[in-house]
């Protein structure tokens, strides 16, 4: 298989990020896998073979994972496309500060960080793709978990910004915004889960999304239903599901 497109996927030692790695290799990707368990990534890097590559990375060290971004860039020759797949998410009914302290620091500085070196290399070269994978907890606040969906809403938000600033480049950059409803991984928390995707369906869809170039998919499909209706539920009826 001829080998093109370098990918950096950036939360791949679990779930989608582990799943989203074997189907971009499949697609003729040259990937590069990283995250905070470098035994995890050894695995799937011998799963894979071939020329991917294994890299450590905390997106919770955001100066640290820019390093990390910029010279995989450097190894690699470039990168085509990125995904953002790291995150954390945990019912926080508490409120304890250090359960919101560790989401804001890990979805929203860590996923800027990185999204910021992705940016301005795809600006530099012309071309590229930046992938996200936020929630469909972005489009309301949540009693149980205030901080994991107050920081989804920032990552999409932050993905729409970047794409109407790479929007000169006409489709050579693109700015994809995955929004998952439940999937079967260790993210997954909570009672009353209802169409729940298990994580290789779920790459599957996002991978499509990524060679179509997609602004917004959420995952699965018929979630873009309960997110239609999440945007005019009124608040009073909102706060008592």
Known sequence: ?????????????????????????????????AARRLGRLRTLQQALGGQTLARELDINDAGCAMQVCEALIEEMGGLDLVVIAS????????????????????????????????????????????????????LRGSKSAPAYSASKAFMSNYLEGLRQRVSRFGDAIAVTDVRPGFVDTAMAKG???????????????????????RAVVYVSR????????????????????
């Open 1 to 33: 298989m001829e080998i093109n497109r370098n990918a950096l996927i950036v939360g791949a030692s679990s779930g989608i990020g582990w799943e989203l790695a074997r189907l971009l290799h499949a697609r003729g990707y040259r990937c590069c896998v």
């Open 87 to 138: 995150g954390v998410g945990d019912i926080n009914p508490a409120l304890s500060w250090s359960t919101e302290a560790l989401c804001i620091q890990t979805n929203v500085t860590g996923f800027a960080a990185v999204a910021n070196v992705a940016i301005r290399h795809f600006e530099n070269s012309g071309r590229g793709h930046l992938v996200g994978i936020s929630s469909i907890a972005a």
């Open 191 to 213: 009672e009353n889960q209802f169409w729940v995707t298990p994580a290789d369906r779920a790459a599957s869809q996002i991978a499509d999304a990524i060679e179509a170039r």
């Open 222 to 241: 018929r979630w873009r239903l309960i997110a239609w209706l999440l945007k005019f539920v009124p608040e009073a009826i909102y706060r008592r599901l």
